[in-house]
Structures are given as C-alpha cells and as structure tokens.
C-alpha cells in the first residue's frame, strides 16, 4: 500500500520557519507525498523548493480560527494561487454555522470555490467545537457549495480526528465529497484505520514516522 500518497505533509505551527519549510519540502520529495501543507505566507518557498516534482503546494485559508471576513478569505486563497497553491484547506466561520446562519456559510464556501476554479478546495468543518447534527450540516453545506473534500480539524482545536465523526461526515457528503482526516494523527495504525474507513486524505506532521512505521 502506498500510504505516503494519502498524506498531506504538513507544517503549519506558528514558529515553523524558512528552514523549517524548505525541511518539509525535501521530506515530501524523500517520502513521495502527495503533498506539503503550510501556512499561505510559505506557500511560494515551498513551490520553489518543490518544482519540476509532482508534489503539490496545499495551503490553509482563514486559519485557525475560520472567523475573519469572507473577503479576506478570498484574497488569501487569490494570492496563494498566485504563489503556487495547488489546493487550499479552507476553515469555515464555526460561529456562523453555531448561529445558524447557514446560507451565509455556504455563500463563503462557494466564493472561495469561485475563486479556487479547478484547484482542490478541502473545507475545515472543525468537528470538535460541533455536535453530531452540525457536523452533518456542515458537510452537507460544504457539499452544495462545490467543495471536493470536507476535512475533520485544524489540529489546533480542542481535539482531532475520531472515527465517530468520520463516519457522520461520510454518510452527510455520499460521495458527492471527498474526506480528508487530520489532527491526531501520529502513527500507522491510526492512519490506516482512517483509510480503511473510506477517507482519501491524511493530515499529519508525523508523515515520515508512519511511513517508516510501514516499511519496518
């Protein structure tokens, strides 16, 4: 099995610096990932450290909290792909959704889809602040506005990914969507565990340690 192709190798920790990132790139093209996943201000040094490789910059946008402007999400998306962000992890405003200003959260979703075009856009639904009703709700809402995959965490909450939620967020997007399982995610067992449970994305800053985990 080629685990490294489901995972999204990511830094995003607030002190992760130049040196850190050009690190992650050359992981990434070490272990074959699918892709590298930083915060938007890196995204064009990690397109410089990745090119003429088949590993994809991912980006996030209006990370971690979700709660800035749709306008402002928009524009960091614009200018990611401008730097060379091939995907963009999104975080949903969780307060609008808590407030159940659901139109609102889907018209953010899909101006930032809008934007995104034929890139990949996963949107951060942050299971852990949501009950199960709004956990289907969220994905449901991702689903309409075109998203590709819904994605479990931002691994700066209270708590990652957990397979209870996998599963609603599976029977929410019925295929419609992709789901990407992130947060917690430390070693093998658990990442495999996810994949068998039908999710096409893993991520993880612990890549390379569950990849040797696999080879031993």
Not at 84 to 112: H, P, R, Y
Not at 190 to 214: C, D, N, P, Q, Y
Request: with cysteine; charged share 30%.
């Amino acid at each position: 099995m080629e685990i490294n192709k489901y995972i999204d190798h990511t830094v995003l920790k607030a002190t992760a610096t130049e040196k850190d990132i050009i690190e992650l790139c050359r992981e990434a093209k070490e272990y074959n990932f699918f892709s590298v996943c930083v915060n938007s201000g890196y995204v064009s040094l990690a397109a410089k450290q990745l090119e003429g490789s088949s590993i994809k910059v991912c980006t996030v946008v209006g990370f971690p909290l979700g709660a800035m402007s749709t306008e402002a999400k928009v524009f960091e998306t614009r200018q990611a792909l401008k730097d060379g962000a091939e995907e963009v992890d999104m975080v949903i405003n969780i307060g609008e959704l808590k407030s159940k200003n659901f139109k609102k959260v889907e018209e953010e979703i899909a101006a930032i889809k809008k934007e995104a075009g034929d890139k990949v856009l996963k949107v951060i639904i942050e299971t852990c602040y949501l009950t199960r009703q709004e956990i289907m709700l969220a994905s449901e809402i991702a689903v309409k506005a075109k998203a590709d995959f819904v994605k479990t965490s931002t691994g700066f909450g209270d708590d990652g990914a957990r397979m209870e939620n996998i599963e609603l967020m599976k029977k929410a997007v019925e295929g419609k969507a992709k789901i990407k399982a992130s947060g917690g995610i430390k070693n093998l067992d658990t990442a495999l565990s996810f994949i068998e449970a039908g999710v096409e994305r893993i991520g993880t800053s612990s890549g390379v340690s569950i990849v040797k985990e696999l080879k031993k």
